[in-house]
């Protein structure tokens, strides 16, 4: 299976991580200050990203970067620095059940985004399953 097939399997299994994150920082977070919470977790990151890129042997692959590129990169890291800071901070003082969702609404400002930013066609598919997650949000956190 290629790349352009596989998709969807990293897909899922970036979701079922991402189901398990929330519930081991809900309990990893109690009694700590949830920034040192999120550092710890920001170091073991670290590690594992860097020794898969030391395992497969792309580290030459750094010098190469252009700066759009690499701009881009520090944009997202810092954006996913602030959101993680935020995630733990509310897991800390709100229930998972609802801190989860409200998180994950993050796709309608996706959709909404990669509309404007990325050309990213806007279909009726789109706009109703965008309406769907919003609506099934409001639905969880009422």
Known sequence: MNDGESWWIFAVLSAFFA??????AKVGVEGVNSNLATAIRTVV???IAWGLV???????GLFELNRKTLLFL???G???GLSWLCYFRALQIGPAS????IDKSSLVLISVLSVLFLGEPLTIKMITGTGLILLGTLVLIR
């Open 19 to 24: 189901a398990l994150t929330t519930i081991f």
């Open 45 to 47: 990151i670290l590690a």
């Open 54 to 60: 030391y395992a497969e042997g792309t580290f030459q």
């Open 74 to 76: 520090v944009l997202s």
């Open 78 to 80: 810092m954006a996913t």
């Open 98 to 101: 609802l801190v989860a969702p």
